[in-house]
């Protein structure tokens, strides 16, 4: 690791395109904002207020540390697909007509499997001919967090039997939360033709009352060829700080280039509750609140509630513009550890056509750094170093 002080958030290795030197900050003090840390102070709920860290004539210092995050700027247009979602009835006439290796689909199961969910988990029964993708341990490095190699990920598809045509359908419980990280990720290196099955496995289970199979589907090994990271759909912690540095400096309202949209619950986004840790372990953070100039709307409230399908194309347009969020300008969206960001990030990007990057760091990285800008309209700075 090395340090150097620095604004500039990226830097490209020449002639490769390839974004080698993403800047991760844990920064001691913010360039251009004095330090400030936005939050509550207690004194009015309705009200926020600035709290300088250190504001004096003296030069702001910042601690950058430089971790290397291969990747390239492609753009959208792989990324954006005509037909983004498949129905439980689309998916069982494809079962009916036999084996979906023969007709270019590869189903996958990407689930979180809690113990409270009254889903059958995969390793009981499944959707038929469907594989199972761990989403932590299959697309992530060890002891990093950061996702597997270029390398790894084309060993890891070309063994769930993928080639560069397939069309890959995923489903997963919790209404798709994790089968939607799994088709952003998928999206990230390059697949071009990923599906999600609407209303995941509580549609096609529950509501639907279809048949499981305990059968595990053996596969040829695929061909596809992983592409490096596109940077264009994934928000880092230095990008975000931009947008946040800005906002810091009007008061938390949103005046960059960019928006931010925070699908966690009203009270997360707040700062009046953080997380319980006895459920989500490790996503714990030591600061609550939300990133100034953040829009908040809840993943649930583009779902329906009984089937679990994402609402129609139109209504889900309208509940994000109510909410703030101006579609003339590109779009980030984080949760607490990405996966209910990339739910929204697939209805924003996939079902509406915008241009969206998922910060899949989210709430359990900005909000356990030192110095970064929060928002905390709770009438109380919530967690560790809330203070009273």
């Not at 006895?278 to 990133?291: D, K, Q």
């Not at 109510?322 to 300008?329: L, N, Q, R, S, T």
Request: hydrophobic share 35%; with cysteine; aromatic share 8%.
């Amino acid at each position: 690791m090395s340090t150097e002080s620095s604004t500039t958030p990226k830097s490209t290795s020449g002639g490769s395109g390839l974004k080698t030197g993403i800047a991760v900050v844990a920064a001691a003090a913010l360039a251009g904002t004095g330090g400030y840390l936005v939050a509550n102070s207690g004194d009015d709920a309705g009200s926020q207020s600035q709290t300088a860290q250190g504001t004096s004539d003296a030069e702001a210092a910042e601690t950058v540390a430089v971790a290397d995050v291969a990747g390239e700027s492609r753009g959208f247009d792989d990324v954006h697909t005509d037909e983004p979602l498949v129905s439980t009835d689309w998916l069982a006439e494809r079962l009916d007509e036999g084996d979906l290796d023969e007709q270019g689909i590869v189903l996958l199961d990407v689930s979180e499997e809690l113990a409270s969910s009254e889903l059958t988990p995969y390793s009981e029964a499944h959707i038929p001919q469907a594989q199972s993708v761990n989403w932590s341990s299959e697309f992530t490095q060890a002891n990093t967090r950061e996702f597997i190699s270029e390398s790894e990920f084309t060993e890891l598809a070309q063994g769930l039997g993928i080639d560069d045509d397939s069309t890959v359908v995923i489903y997963g419980d919790n209404n798709n939360w994790f089968a939607a990280y799994a088709a952003w990720v998928f999206n990230l290196y390059g697949a071009e033709d990923v599906r999600l099955l609407d209303g995941g496995l509580h549609k096609w289970e529950a509501y639907d009352g279809r048949e499981l199979s305990e059968e595990k589907p053996s596969v040829e090994a695929g061909s596809f060829e992983a592409q490096p990271q596109n940077h264009d759909i994934r928000a880092l912690q230095p990008e975000v700080l931009e947008v946040a540095a800005t906002n810091a400096e009007a008061d938390g309202e949103n005046a960059g280039d960019y928006n931010l949209v925070d699908i966690r619950s009203a009270e997360e986004y707040t700062g009046e509750i953080g997380v319980d840790p006895e459920i989500f372990e490790g996503e714990g953070a030591s600061i609550w609140g939300h990133i100034p100039g953040a829009v908040n709307v809840t993943w649930s409230a583009i779902v329906d509630e009984e089937t679990g399908e994402f609402l129609p194309e139109d209504e889900i347009r309208e509940i994000y513009a109510d909410a703030g969020v101006d579609f003339d300008k590109d779009i980030i969206t984080y949760c607490r550890i990405g996966e209910r960001a990339s739910h929204t990030w697939y209805a924003l990007s996939q079902i509406l056509g915008e241009d969206v990057q998922v910060y899949d760091g989210s709430w359990s990285e900005w909000g356990n750094s030192v110095g970064l800008p929060v928002s905390n309209t709770s009438g109380e700075r919530g967690g560790v170093w809330g203070g009273s």
